[in-house]
Every structure is written in structure tokens, then in C-alpha cells.
């Protein structure tokens, strides 16, 4: 999937937080939204094809761009927020169906253990070291945007390993997790926990979705 919701900062978005109520709303948002896209993806795999599930990407798409725009009105922005991670679901419920037939839940489960607990890992160093990558945000977009584009160009010509592209992923939605616990540390950069749970989500979403391509092409060829 490998793309990434990136609001611009501004202070005007969003009144000051205490930090630790401000993560704590971040990681609550984040998480039901986590749930929502893993009942989602559990109950609709093998029931949407691989062309509906591009159908929900897009729809999803669209919405995250209606999350921004709404931003100044947070319960409908939330709103949207859920729905996108419904459509989000739905997107890759072909791909979870595909790792369940080819070689079995244990490499859904396995990935979705990792991300958490990578996840947690990162927002704690963050958190007890006081590591501040804001200043390499605009690198790591760059590294991101060239792996969007080497993505789509490798669905028409193969010239790159799917577990090298995978691990490409996974290094730079890892120092996004780290820019964006920093942000939530340093008080949101004016930003709506609404926003900031976003982009937390989709880090996860594009994370997750790097491992169970490592995991199952490693199951696949045990």
C-alpha cells in the first residue's frame, strides 16, 4: 500500500494539550480505528475480490482527504476517520484472505503481534530518550514518495524482490513512528489528535502489511 497522510503543521488547528492527555486520545483513536480495519479485513476475506478491495482503497483514499479538510470540526472528521479505516478493511481483506489460504493465520497473527509490539517499542524510546527526528521528516517523505513510485512502476516491470521492497517499507514507516511520537511528545504541533491518530494508523497499516509480506514469503518457502 505504502502511502502516507501528511497534514501540515499548523497551530492554528488545534488548541494545546497537556502531552501525556494528548497521546493517551492519539493512541485511543488509533486503536479503535486498528480494530475497526482488523474486523473488517477478518470478515469480509474472501468475500470481496481483489478489484472491489481496490474500489474501497480509493474510496478510502478520498476520505482521508475529507479527514483534513474537516479538521476544524472534530466529531465529524472522527467520523470519517472510522470510515476510512472501515474502507481501509475492507481494502486489504483479498490480501488477508490470500496469506489465510496460502499459509495460514498464524502469519496474520504473527504480524499483527510485531507491529504492535514494534510500535510500542518505538513510541517508547521516543518518549524515555527524548529522540526528536522532526528535522528528517522532510528525507524520510522524500524515501517514501520514491518508494511509491518504484511500487507502481514494479507492477508493470518486476525489478525489485516484494521482500526487499517490503523491508524498504518497514525502515522508513519505522522513522515516521519515531517523527510522529515526537510530534504527540512535543505537544501535537498544533495539529487535532484526530490528524495525528491518521497518521499514526496508517504507519501501522503500512507496517504491518511490510511484515506479512516478510513473514509469508518466508513461510511460503520454508
Known amino acids: 500500500m505504502a502511502y502516507r497522510f501528511q497534514p501540515q503543521s499548523q497551530q492554528a488547528f488545534a488548541p494545546a494539550v497537556p502531552t501525556h492527555s494528548l497521546l493517551a486520545q492519539v493512541l485511543g ?21 481483489p478489484g472491489l ?22 466529531a465529524l472528521s472522527l467520523l470519517l476517520f472510522y470510515a476510512f479505516t472501515f474502507c481501509q478493511g475492507l481494502g486489504i481483506a483479498p490480501v488477508i484472505g490470500q496469506y489465510v489460504h496460502a499459509v495460514g493465520s498464524g502469519v496474520v497473527v504473527n504480524a499483527a503481534l510485531t ?27 522524500i524515501a517514501l514518495l520514491g518508494l511509491i513510485v518504484v511500487g507502481i512502476i514494479s507492477i508493470f516491470v518486476r525489478f525489485i524482490h516484494p521482500e526487499t521492497y517490503a523491508w524498504i517499507t518497514l525502515i522508513i514507516f519505522s522513522g515516521l513512528v519515531l517523527i510522529d511520537f515526537a510530534r504527540i511528545r512535543a505537544g501535537g504541533d498544533g495539529l487535532t489528535p484526530v490528524l ?12 504491518f502489511l511490510a511484515l506479512l509480506q516478510i513473514f509469508g514469503g518466508r513461510r511460503s518457502s520454508d
Request: hydrophobic share 60%.
Open 29 to 49: 483513536i488509533t486503536a479503535l480505528g486498528l480494530c475497526v480495519t482488523a474486523l473488517a479485513a477478518w470478515l469480509f476475506q474472501g468475500v470481496i475480490s
Open 53 to 74: 478491495g481496490l474500489v474501497a482503497m480509493l474510496v478510502g483514499f478520498v476520505l482521508l482527504f475529507a479527514i483534513y479538510g474537516t479538521r476544524q470540526n472534530e
Open 115 to 141: 507491529t504492535g509490539l514494534g510500535m510500542f517499542a518505538l513510541g517508547a524510546i521516543v518518549y524515555a530518550t527524548g529522540l526528536d527526528l522532526r528535522r528528517f521528516q522532510g528525507i524520510f517523505m
Open 196 to 207: 495525528m491518530a491518521t497518521s499514526i494508523y496508517l504507519d501501522a497499516i503500512n507496517i
